[in-house]
């Protein structure tokens, strides 16, 4: 049921969104992380972390922008370090991009692309098996993602139907 995979919160960080640009735009930042698979990825500075601490009302732990070079594919896994993300795309629609989530039922595979839209928040159930696929010769796919470690993705998808996910601020 793709609906407990991943769920598009249309929800947009907008007093933030030019420093994230810029953050993500400074490529000396990137390292690859000790993810399995390895990805490569830039954690934000402390001003964008406490931007969203006080934000977002579930603590969370990694915060960072995540690459996926041109004409490559991310192989499918189950995160490492966090079993619910709160991800946003830097880059506008492309068939290029494909991120799906891979569910496994009475020995079927289903497989349910994301619907990632520029600048929301989508909240994505890690803890199920994904993979990126970024088939464009030219640009490298970068999103933002946040990581919790204690808080499941029924949790954030209950906060955020209760119109509490987000403060105002
Ligand atoms: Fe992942």
Not at 75 to 98: G, Q, V, W
Not at 106 to 125: A, Q
Request: charged share 20%.
């Amino acid at each position: 049921m793709q609906d407990e995979l991943f769920f598009n919160t249309g929800f947009s960080p907008v007093g933030i969104l030019d420093k994230l640009y810029q953050e993500a735009g400074v490529e000396e930042n990137y390292y690859w992380s000790p993810a399995v698979p390895p990805v490569m990825r830039c954690d934000v500075s402390q001003e964008i972390r406490d931007y969203f601490k006080k934000l977002i009302n579930v603590p969370f732990n990694d915060c960072g922008f995540l690459k996926t070079y041109p004409n490559t594919v991310y192989p499918i896994h189950k995160d490492s370090f966090r079993i619910t993300a709160l991800n946003m795309t830097l880059m506008d629609y492309n068939s290029d991009f494909l991120t799906q989530v891979v569910e496994v039922k009475s020995g079927k595979v289903y497989k349910y692309p994301v619907t990632y839209v520029r600048n929301e928040f989508t909240i994505l159930n890690v803890s199920q098996l994904h993979h990126v696929t970024n088939k464009s010769q030219t640009l490298t796919r970068i999103i933002l993602s946040m990581g919790f470690k204690d808080s499941d993705y029924s949790k954030l998808l209950q906060l955020h139907s209760e119109g509490k996910l987000f403060n105002a601020i």
